[in-house]
């Protein structure tokens, strides 16, 4: 049995080469986009899910409803929420608080090393989190003073001959701390990257901290806690409110909890979590989602098309099958398995061309799907039965219409003639160019809104500037004598400091209207410093007052600057010489700013204020007038290594920097760009299969149409209208389905395009033209051969 059913699917598949050949190279297709696609989803929804209590862990956030805030959502919690969340309430059986410090130098001797992923943490840190430390007296160690665990990874950067480093004293910002031991490196999906931690524990000397830890004001902490149901989670953020405003605190600041596993793919809109590394969009996870199934449909419904059409050339053998004897539920049998056969068979071809380009090619992820696969081998079972369902999809129309059919009526030809085949084919064309026409349509205004984003005046000039960041005291002590240094080459033009630079979180701060108390009018405000340098090196243009300048040595203590977005938050026509009260200070409106934006387009301009400090703090930005960077960078290294001998001289081109902000968004368009491109070959490949199904069925009306005088051109016109039909309706569905899908994701940014605008509405039209033109050329190679064969040829054929 198991021979004579290899027989005849190797003599059906010999018989229809070029329908086969279609079908295996668009599932081919299909299934390594939908592969790799459904990867990267799972990749990025796996995040911080491997953690033993993962369903139970939370983070603190909160809701900053002050005057002058529009991004109200945070990260940060007050210091000592999360302790007392965990002492309070019944329900939290544990919390940890963390400060993320970023770039760290560590010295051993006089010799330095940087970690990037600082932080520190409490203890509990280890118990809520599943680190693996080298030993497990670890954590008990950690709970005291200027303790330190590193990952082993940077471990062996600064003990490259040691194994076990317990013990073993390093300096930090000039302090003696003690290394506990080690752990594993993160290679887990986590919002949470480090390569040192730090043990948040006072020393007796620092009581500043101590008590910054055990105070209720402002907002600065990050916080986690263990809740032993989390569905009580709003109860919980209910309770925490009532802690809040027992302790004074401001009743603008309202608490939340964020669960862990949402932190990857649900913080688009949260600020003040830098720590957060590799944030992901759930709104780009849902949409190449439906890219998936979308390229995967087309592929299906291609798969389905050609083998409902290539079935009708079939009807004679079912017939006289029939007449021989074989019964309705071996027929069925024989098409299903066929059928479900070529579509196993073409999973597993795509499946080893995602092994190989995953090793060989750089696909432009930032993973690796055949690594996601081995450790998820569930996955392969489910990407079978789905080729299995594809398979039984395209098999069972043929399978049981033919098979229901009476052996005569099959052998007169009546099947050719079903309408229900024509209109399932028809239908199937339809729904395969509504999906590619929607992946066109948001292919184009995905890029056009990136690109609207990317190529907007930000308010300052990105170009050209270089960026030192500095924390150690040496640095700070002899960073003016390397930047008079600096100055000194031509193609240096400004220099200046600043605490703080565009793209990263600026710090916010309170203040109070002039006549106002500290309890009405009170607003938060973005804020940084800078130096009277710095507008000129950024390129932003004070368009009210003046400048900081160190000639008037009360600017430091007495003036503010602001920007045009307080202007009109405030709705005042002019801000120069107005007062505004921080904390216990006064001071005076000296200059008002053009807007600049310094968070990412998500995030509207909010108001600003910036303070004059002429000391260094933080960053040197140097802005430079010269293509010949190579030059300028030598000559800055060399005056590096001659101010700071212990210091590697390391920098950062700012423009770089700020588009960091866009590498999700742009990661997000080119994978929609290639799978659209993907989709519409799968949706040609289809149509030219199709078209030489009609060509061929067509075969003797055409013959008969070039006896009685028809031409070549009124043959193919009659053979293409149907396809340009087909795709037209497509085209008229799929514009409303395109408006639905995108006007989501983009009212997400809050400087945006309009979707319905003239030109959107032009590229709309131009989608369906294209997929048009592009449908033309698939079915005009069959159409024209056809039309121009003999036709006597084709009528002695027939």
């Given at each position: 049995?198991?021979?004579?059913?290899?027989?005849?699917?190797?003599?059906?598949?010999?018989?229809?080469?070029?329908?086969?050949?279609?079908?295996?190279?668009?599932?081919?297709?299909g299934?390594?986009?939908?592969?790799?696609?459904?990867?990267?989803?799972?990749?990025?929804?796996?995040?911080?899910?491997?953690?033993?209590?993962?369903?139970?862990?939370?983070?603190?956030?909160?809701?900053?409803?002050?005057?002058?805030?529009?991004?109200?959502?945070?990260?940060?919690?007050?210091?000592?929420?999360p302790?007392?969340?965990?002492?309070?309430?019944?329900?939290?059986?544990?919390?940890?608080?963390?400060?993320?410090?970023?770039?760290?130098?560590?010295?051993?001797?006089?010799?330095?090393?940087?970690?990037?992923?600082?932080?520190?943490?409490?203890?509990?840190?280890?118990?809520?989190?599943?680190?693996?430390?080298?030993?497990?007296k670890?954590?008990e160690?950690?709970?005291?003073?200027?303790?330190?665990?590193?990952?082993?990874?940077?471990?062996?950067?600064?003990?490259?001959?040691?194994?076990?480093v317990?013990?073993?004293?390093?300096?930090?910002s000039?302090?003696?701390?003690?290394?506990?031991?080690?752990?594993?490196?993160?290679?887990?999906?986590?919002?949470?990257?480090?390569?040192?931690?730090?043990?948040?524990?006072?020393?007796?000397?620092?009581?500043?901290?101590?008590?910054?830890?055990?105070?209720?004001?402002?907002?600065?902490?990050?916080?986690?806690?263990?809740?032993?149901?989390?569905?009580?989670?709003?109860?919980?953020?209910?309770?925490?409110?009532?802690?809040?405003?027992?302790?004074?605190?401001?009743?603008?600041?309202?608490?939340?909890?964020?669960?862990?596993?949402?932190?990857?793919?649900?913080?688009?809109?949260?600020?003040?979590?830098?720590?957060?590394?590799?944030?992901?969009?759930?709104?780009?996870?849902?949409?190449?989602?439906?890219?998936?199934?979308?390229?995967?449909?087309?592929?299906?419904?291609n798969?389905?098309?050609?083998?409902?059409?290539?079935?009708?050339?079939?009807?004679?053998?079912?017939?006289?099958?029939?007449?021989?004897?074989?019964?309705?539920?071996?027929?069925?049998?024989?098409?299903?398995t066929?059928?479900?056969?070529?579509?196993?068979?073409?999973?597993?071809?795509?499946?080893?061309?995602v092994?190989?380009?995953?090793?060989?090619?750089?696909?432009?992820?930032?993973?690796?799907?055949?690594?996601v696969?081995?450790?998820?081998?569930?996955?392969?079972?489910?990407?079978?039965?789905?080729?299995?369902?594809?398979?039984?999809?395209?098999?069972?129309?043929?399978?049981?219409?033919?098979?229901?059919?009476?052996?005569?009526?099959?052998?007169?030809?009546?099947?050719?003639?079903s309408?229900?085949?024509v209109?399932?084919?028809?239908?199937?064309?339809?729904?395969?160019?509504?999906?590619?026409?929607?992946?066109?349509?948001?292919t184009?205004?995905?890029?056009?809104?990136?690109?609207?984003?990317?190529?907007?005046?930000?308010?300052?000039?990105?170009?050209?500037?270089?960026?030192?960041?500095?924390?150690?005291?040496?640095?700070?002590?002899?960073?003016?004598?390397?930047?008079?240094?600096?100055?000194?080459?031509?193609?240096?033009?400004?220099?200046?400091?600043?605490?703080?630079m565009?793209?990263?979180?600026?710090?916010?701060?309170?203040?109070?209207?002039?006549?106002?108390?500290?309890?009405?009018?009170?607003?938060?405000?973005?804020?940084?410093?800078?130096?009277?340098?710095?507008?000129?090196?950024?390129?932003?243009?004070?368009?009210?007052?003046?400048?900081?300048?160190?000639?008037?040595?009360?600017?430091?203590?007495?003036?503010?600057?602001?920007?045009?977005?307080?202007?009109?938050?405030?709705?005042?026509?002019?801000?120069?010489?107005?007062?505004?009260?921080?904390?216990?200070?006064?001071?005076?409106?000296?200059?008002?700013?053009?807007?600049?934006?310094?968070?990412?387009?998500?995030?509207?301009?909010?108001?600003?204020?910036?303070?004059?400090?002429?000391?260094?703090?933080?960053?040197?930005?140097l802005?430079?007038?010269?293509?010949?960077?190579?030059?300028?960078?030598?000559?800055?290294?060399?005056?590096?290594?001659?101010?700071f001998?212990?210091?590697?001289?390391?920098?950062?081109?700012?423009?770089?920097?700020?588009?960091?902000?866009?590498?999700?968004?742009?990661?997000?368009?080119?994978?929609?760009?290639?799978?659209?491109?993907?989709?519409?070959?799968?949706?040609?490949?289809?149509?030219?299969?199709?078209?030489?199904?009609?060509?061929?069925?067509?075969?003797?009306?055409?013959?008969?149409?070039?006896?009685?005088?028809?031409?070549?051109?009124?043959?193919?016109?009659?053979?293409?209208?149907?396809?340009?039909?087909?795709?037209?309706?497509?085209?008229?569905?799929?514009w409303?389905?395109?408006?639905?899908?995108?006007?989501?994701?983009?009212?997400?940014?809050?400087?945006?395009?309009?979707?319905?605008?003239?030109?959107?509405?032009?590229?709309?039209?131009?989608?369906?033209?294209?997929?048009?033109?592009?449908?033309?050329?698939?079915?005009s190679?069959?159409?024209?051969?056809?039309?121009?064969?003999?036709?006597?040829?084709?009528?002695?054929?027939?």
């Amino acid at each position: 049995m198991i021979r004579n059913f290899i027989v005849i699917t190797l003599r059906n598949f010999r018989k229809n080469r070029l329908s086969t050949s279609i079908n295996v190279t668009g599932l081919v297709l299909g299934f390594f986009a939908f592969v790799t696609l459904t990867s990267y989803v799972y990749n990025e929804a796996s995040y911080d899910t491997w953690h033993e209590k993962s369903d139970h862990i939370f983070r603190h956030t909160t809701i900053d409803e002050a005057l002058g805030v529009s991004s109200n959502m945070v990260a940060i919690t007050s210091p000592r929420m999360p302790k007392a969340a965990e002492e309070e309430l019944a329900e939290v059986t544990a919390s940890a608080r963390m400060i993320h410090v970023g770039d760290q130098r560590l010295e051993k001797g006089d010799k330095g090393y940087y970690a990037t992923q600082a932080k520190y943490v409490e203890p509990d840190f280890f118990n809520i989190f599943d680190l693996e430390l080298k030993d497990e007296k670890m954590a008990e160690e950690f709970n005291a003073p200027r303790k330190v665990i590193l990952t082993e990874s940077f471990s062996k950067t600064m003990f490259p001959d040691q194994s076990d480093v317990s013990g073993e004293l390093i300096t930090i910002s000039d302090d003696t701390w003690e290394i506990v031991g080690t752990m594993q490196d993160v290679s887990k999906n986590s919002h949470l990257q480090y390569d040192v931690l730090l043990s948040l524990f006072p020393a007796e000397s620092d009581s500043s901290f101590a008590d910054y830890l055990d105070s209720w004001q402002g907002l600065g902490m990050i916080g986690y806690i263990v809740l032993k149901d989390p569905s009580m989670e709003e109860e919980i953020e209910g309770k925490l409110r009532e802690i809040s405003l027992s302790n004074d605190v401001n009743d603008f600041w309202i608490p939340q909890l964020q669960p862990v596993t949402d932190i990857h793919l649900k913080s688009q809109d949260i600020l003040f979590d830098g720590y957060h590394m590799n944030k992901g969009d759930a709104t780009y996870v849902y949409a190449l989602a439906a890219v998936a199934l979308f390229v995967l449909l087309i592929a299906a419904f291609n798969f389905m098309n050609l083998t409902t059409a290539q079935s009708t050339t079939r009807a004679k053998e079912v017939g006289i099958r029939k007449v021989l004897g074989s019964g309705k539920k071996k027929l069925i049998g024989q098409h299903l398995t066929e059928s479900v056969t070529l579509s196993v068979v073409s999973l597993a071809i795509a499946l080893l061309l995602v092994v190989l380009l995953s090793r060989s090619v750089d696909l432009g992820l930032d993973f690796s799907p055949n690594d996601v696969m081995t450790a998820n081998l569930w996955m392969l079972g489910a990407y079978a039965l789905i080729s299995i369902a594809v398979g039984l999809g395209a098999g069972l129309y043929p399978a049981f219409v033919l098979s229901g059919f009476d052996a005569i009526r099959i052998l007169r030809g009546k099947f050719q003639t079903s309408s229900q085949g024509v209109l399932l084919r028809k239908s199937l064309v339809i729904l395969q160019f509504v999906a590619s026409v929607v992946m066109i349509i948001s292919t184009l205004l995905v890029a056009k809104q990136i690109d609207f984003i990317r190529n907007k005046n930000l308010g300052f000039d990105k170009e050209q500037v270089l960026n030192l960041n500095f924390s150690s005291g040496a640095l700070i002590r002899g960073m003016d004598v390397f930047k008079d240094e600096a100055l000194q080459h031509p193609s240096i033009s400004h220099a200046a400091y600043s605490s703080n630079m565009p793209g990263r979180t600026f710090g916010r701060t309170g203040m109070t209207l002039e006549g106002g108390t500290s309890d009405e009018d009170t607003w938060i405000v973005s804020a940084f410093s800078a130096d009277h340098n710095y507008f000129d090196a950024m390129g932003i243009e004070v368009v009210e007052g003046r400048n900081y300048d160190p000639e008037f040595g009360s600017d430091q203590q007495e003036s503010i600057i602001i920007n045009r977005a307080m202007l009109e938050a405030l709705n005042w026509d002019h801000g120069v010489g107005r007062k505004l009260t921080f904390g216990q200070s006064e001071r005076t409106i000296i200059g008002v700013i053009d807007d600049f934006h310094f968070a990412n387009m998500r995030h509207k301009i909010e108001p600003l204020v910036i303070y004059y400090n002429p000391a260094p703090a933080s960053n040197l930005n140097l802005k430079m007038t010269t293509t010949d960077a190579r030059t300028t960078l030598e000559f800055l290294e060399a005056v590096w290594s001659e101010t700071f001998p212990n210091y590697p001289f390391e920098y950062q081109f700012f423009d770089q920097e700020f588009d960091q902000l866009f590498e999700s968004d742009l990661q997000f368009s080119k994978m929609v760009n290639a799978f659209t491109m993907l989709s519409i070959v799968l949706s040609c490949l289809g149509l030219f299969g199709l078209s030489s199904f009609t060509a061929e069925q067509r075969r003797k009306e055409i013959g008969v149409r070039k006896v009685l005088g028809s031409s070549v051109y009124q043959i193919v016109k009659l053979l293409m209208r149907e396809f340009i039909l087909l795709i037209g309706i497509a085209s008229l569905i799929a514009w409303p389905i395109s408006y639905w899908s995108l006007s989501g994701w983009i009212q997400d940014f809050q400087y945006r395009i309009d979707i319905v605008s003239p030109d959107n509405l032009f590229l709309f039209g131009i989608a369906a033209i294209g997929a048009m033109l592009v449908a033309v050329l698939a079915v005009s190679y069959k159409s024209i051969s056809a039309a121009v064969v003999n036709p006597v040829k084709s009528l002695r054929d027939e």
